[in-house]
């Protein structure tokens, strides 16, 4: 089971981009890397998945260095909507299908 | 189209008592999975399920915890005569096939024990 380790908390000023940095470092060649925010009281939502390099949406970029062992999420000019729990998830290919496992998170404060 | 529904969103139960939660995947997903989100932690997986099959229940506690997603219906999360430690959110999400990586959640059941 590839072990996911991020920062508990981060404060960040509105209008700042906020770097979220993940460590995996066991993490398996066909393990995708996702991430996801949850808000209180709310199941978490997907943001970004990536496999190697970058992705970007309309809502966050995802970094992954070629070795993989980390990955950074990238939320661009926050708001204090961004206010939340980012979750950061390695598949585990277990009997083909995606069985994922949930951290602590890094809870993200957006001041005003 | 709709999105997971769970209901109750919340749950008062007694010790010794029986909790039944449900959960309604989107329209077109066969594949349903339960967490369970202690106050202040992550979620912890309990089971994947798709129609009439349980796949992977390695995450569920061995007694007094099942799981059912009949053929017609919702999946169904019972717990049978609970204790206090069982008070947590309960999440239910579901995905179209057993390979996406992305899987869409509910708002949870807040079930409280006293």
């Known amino acids: 089971l590839a072990k996911t380790t991020q920062p508990i908390s981060m404060d960040s000023y509105e209008g700042q981009e906020v770097n979220i940095t993940c460590s995996h470092n066991?993490?398996?060649?066909?393990?995708?890397i996702t991430w996801y925010q949850q808000f209180p009281s709310q199941g978490p939502r997907f943001i970004i998945q990536?496999?190697?390099t970058k992705v970007t949406n309309e809502v966050a970029s995802l970094f992954i260095p070629a070795d993989r062992k980390s990955s950074t999420l990238s939320l661009p000019r926050v708001s204090l909507s961004d206010t939340a729990v980012y979750y950061c998830?390695?598949?585990?290919?277990?009997?083909?299908?995606?069985?994922?496992?949930f951290g602590t998170g890094t809870k993200l404060q957006v001041i005003p | 189209n709709a999105g997971v529904m769970q209901n109750p969103r919340h749950l008062v139960r007694r010790r010794g008592q029986e909790a039944r939660l449900r959960c309604s995947p989107m329209?077109?997903?066969?594949?349903v999975y339960w967490y369970r989100q202690l106050p202040e932690e992550g979620l912890k997986f309990m089971v994947y399920?798709?129609?009439?099959?349980?796949?992977?229940e390695s995450g569920m506690p061995k007694e007094r915890f099942s799981a059912e997603f009949p053929k017609e219906g919702p999946s169904i999360l019972r717990i049978q005569q609970v204790v206090r430690g069982d008070s947590a959110a309960y999440f239910c999400?579901?995905?179209?096939?057993?390979?996406?990586?992305?899987?869409?959640f509910g708002p949870g059941t807040r079930l409280t024990v006293t």
């Open positions: 990536g496999y190697k």
């Open positions: 998830l390695v598949g585990v290919n277990s009997g083909g299908y995606q069985k994922v496992t």
């Open positions: 399920l798709q129609k009439e099959n349980i796949i992977d």
């Open positions: 999400a579901s995905s179209p096939d057993r390979s996406t990586y992305e899987q869409y």
């Open positions: 066991n993490i398996a060649t066909n393990d995708y």
């Open positions: 329209k077109g997903h066969s594949h």
